[in-house]
């Protein structure tokens, strides 16, 4: 363990599809700011391919996508298929909203690292955060 | 001992003096969901100037304070009205027929995402997202199987759907007319609010101005031809479910209506040709009293709003009429049975606020849309309370508690600063476009969320009382995912039999009417009667009133 000053750990939160409940992802976006991270939110009604062109073009750490409208299985996949074809795989996925355990496990076996449910407190998603996800800088 | 029998305190602060009820408290804070602290009582002494004569007199008298109806629910019962849709619109067709053989009175549609943001089945946007989260409905063929062998002079029909609800609204009409029905038979609502779509749920096409101009035109067109229908229900559910409190709901809700008299008044409507048939949506949460409390407020300030500040002289002008919702964010994916209870300590909080119809969530709505079980028992609900508990009896039950009638003109004062606050702004349309309800919603919602991580709000099950090791499952609900393609590859087939020359002059004559800002609604009638989807009424709307982007407040 250096104890240099660490960069702060850089994260993009979206919002993919059509599905607009924001609270969820508005919240984490300022808790994990609230944490030190740097937070880039993309807003509402972004498809697949915009999140992960701004996820590497801001050159985050990881991404995380709230999706509450039951099309998890599609919009996840794809960013994933996303980040593989453009060589950002380094990029760690995770997620949140409405998810049944199945959709959780199949998802997980895809390569999304981490799925919060309803009910995760934010400062579990931060510690995650800080275990999981190393600056690249 | 028999000296404290003469122990009598003369006032209130007599009696904190001699009990000091505030010492030796379990907690620091005994704080409402909407972050107010609770009194530890309410005191005879402490009513002020409180003129009950005034602040509510009768049921069914003005200010309506006490209930819109004399006698409530001893006439009829609150409709019970369960949201439901997923899938094609035969799917949902099958759970709508369960719902009345189950006793259900009314009929409340959920449509999937595309419907909602204006895209058929067909569209690249829509992948992924047909028939999850509610039916998909794309042209008039979807809205006639969707309510197939159900007589819509007999029941009533909600219609969940905003941005998009010209062409919902123009389909049902149309498919009233093939039907040969008589407008002034049918009886329902259309959500049809756009302000609040921008302040909640954001479900957009176009910016606010245009929304509103749409919004009012089928308030007027239901005003003229289908006057049982409820062309919009201004709905605070949704503002609350984003994280409002219950003050900031009452208000930004109220706001919102006052903006849509405005609109129709400056259209030159008579306030009283179309006020009668404005009905408003509530959420119901978890704090009790303050639940109650908000519904007897609202009706308070919203006879007053229309009397005083738009001159109504009809009754039914001053009248809110409401719809409630139990708080769908309330709920817990952890020990899920657990809803039920909280869903029945909700819904009995809005019989006793005195609702006119209700939804009661099943217990499951956090992992997934219901099972037809899941629904039963929140059905069952609502009837165990109105056959059951004896609250339905009588009218206002909790009127003249010192702490119901205190909470509701407080809840009231809070609610008519934030007003204050619009007014000063230009009325909610420019709020909204400022962004101040927006922000306000994510300052609150943020604030909740500490304090639920900080443990000073305690969840059942999630903060609290947790269970140990793995949980009981409950079955859950999932969609076919068959459903996209079967109805992408109908949707597309519909399109290439249709008769392309009416389907020209359609698309034709709903452009004319939005670029020459008369109602769009007799051209869509005819339009989606020729087969004009709901997507391409969209693309209209966006070439001509533009697209809106949501900017992103954090």
Redesign the interface.
């Known amino acids: 363990m250096s104890n240099s000053p660490k960069a702060p750990v850089r994260v993009l939160i979206g919002k993919p599809?059509?599905?607009?409940?924001?609270?969820g992802a508005?919240?984490v976006?300022?808790?994990l700011?609230d944490a030190g991270m740097e937070?880039i939110?993309?807003?509402?009604?972004q498809?697949p391919k915009m999140i992960v062109t701004s996820a590497i073009q801001e050159d985050v750490d990881c991404l995380g996508m709230s999706i509450l409208?039951?099309?998890h299985?599609?919009?996840f996949s794809e960013v994933l298929k996303l980040l593989h074809d453009q060589d950002a795989e380094d990029i760690i996925v995770f997620g949140g909203g409405?998810i049944?355990?199945e959709d959780a496990k199949a998802l997980k076996s895809q390569g999304v690292k981490e799925l919060f449910?309803?009910?995760t407190?934010?400062?579990e998603i931060v510690t995650w955060i800080e275990k999981n996800v190393k600056p690249k800088r | 001992m028999g000296n404290d029998s003469e122990k009598k305190s003369k006032t209130r602060t007599d009696w904190d003096k001699a009990h000091k009820p505030l010492d030796r408290q379990r907690k620091e804070h005994f704080d409402s969901i909407s972050f107010r602290p609770h009194p530890v009582m309410v005191a005879h002494d402490e009513m002020g100037a409180f003129n009950p004569s005034s602040e509510l007199g009768y049921p069914g008298e003005y200010p309506f304070t006490r209930g819109i109806h004399p006698n409530l629910y001893r006439g009829k019962l609150w409709t019970m009205r369960q949201f439901a849709g997923f899938g094609t619109p035969e799917d949902t067709n099958a759970r709508f027929r369960f719902l009345l053989a189950n006793g259900q009175t009314g009929l409340s549609t959920a449509f999937d995402m595309p419907t909602l943001m204006g895209y058929d089945a067909d569209h690249a946007l829509s992948k992924g997202e047909v028939g999850r989260e509610g039916v998909s409905l794309c042209t008039i063929e979807d809205m006639e199987i969707l309510f197939r062998e159900i007589d819509l002079t007999q029941v009533t029909v909600s219609m969940t759907i905003n941005c998009t609800a010209p062409v919902a609204m123009a389909m049902y009409f149309a498919l009233a007319r093939r039907r040969g029905y008589d407008f002034a038979k049918l009886g329902g609502t259309i959500q049809n609010d756009m302000l609040k779509e921008f302040i909640a749920q954001k479900e957009w096409i176009s910016p606010p101005a245009p929304s509103v101009k749409l919004s009012c035109d089928i308030i007027e067109y239901c005003s003229q031809f289908a006057p049982r229908f409820h062309g919009i229900s201004i709905s605070g559910y949704h503002i609350r479910e984003a994280g409002a409190t219950a003050a900031q709901e009452l208000a930004f809700t109220l706001a919102d209506g006052l903006a849509y008299v405005q609109h129709c008044v400056e259209r030159g409507m008579p306030v009283d040709s179309f006020a009668p048939r404005l009905s408003f949506f509530f959420d119901v949460h978890n704090d009790f009293f303050e639940e109650v409390a908000k519904f007897r407020a609202a009706r308070r300030m919203w006879a007053r709003f229309m009397k005083e500040r738009f001159d109504a002289k009809e009754i039914k002008s001053m009248q809110l009429r409401t719809h409630a919702q139990t708080a769908g964010v309330s709920l817990t994916a952890q020990q899920p049975t657990n809803n039920v209870a909280r869903v029945a300590l909700q819904a009995l909080a809005a019989v006793l606020g005195g609702v006119q119809s209700l939804h009661t969530n099943s217990m499951d709505e956090t992992l997934s849309l219901p099972t037809e079980q899941a629904v039963k028992v929140a059905l069952r609900t609502q009837q165990i309370i109105a056959e059951e508990t004896g609250v339905a009896d009588v009218v206002d039950p909790l009127g003249g508690s010192y702490y119901v009638e205190q909470l509701t003109s407080q809840i009231e004062s809070e609610a008519l600063s934030y007003i204050e606050k619009i007014d000063a702004l230009g009325g909610m349309l420019s709020a909204v476009e400022q962004g101040y309800p927006q922000k306000e919603l994510a300052e609150a919602s943020y604030e909740f969320q500490k304090r639920v991580d900080n443990d000073l709000y305690r969840i059942v099950g999630v903060n609290s009382y947790k269970d140990v090791g793995d949980e009981d499952g409950i079955p859950t609900h999932s969609v076919d995912l068959e459903v996209e393609n079967r109805q992408r590859a109908r949707v597309v087939d519909f399109k290439k039999a249709r008769d392309q020359k009416a389907v020209a002059s359609s698309l034709e004559a709903v452009r004319n009417a939005c670029q020459n800002n008369e109602n769009v609604m007799p051209a869509l009638i005819d339009a989606v009667d020729n087969g004009i989807t709901v997507g391409e009424v969209s693309d209209i709307f966006r070439e001509v009133f533009g697209v809106y982007r949501d900017p992103g407040l954090l």
């Open positions: 599809g059509l599905d607009g409940h924001d609270r508005k919240v976006a300022r808790a700011r937070v939110y993309t807003g509402l009604h498809t409208s039951g099309a299985m599609t919009l409405i049944p355990d449910p309803p009910g407190s934010t400062q």
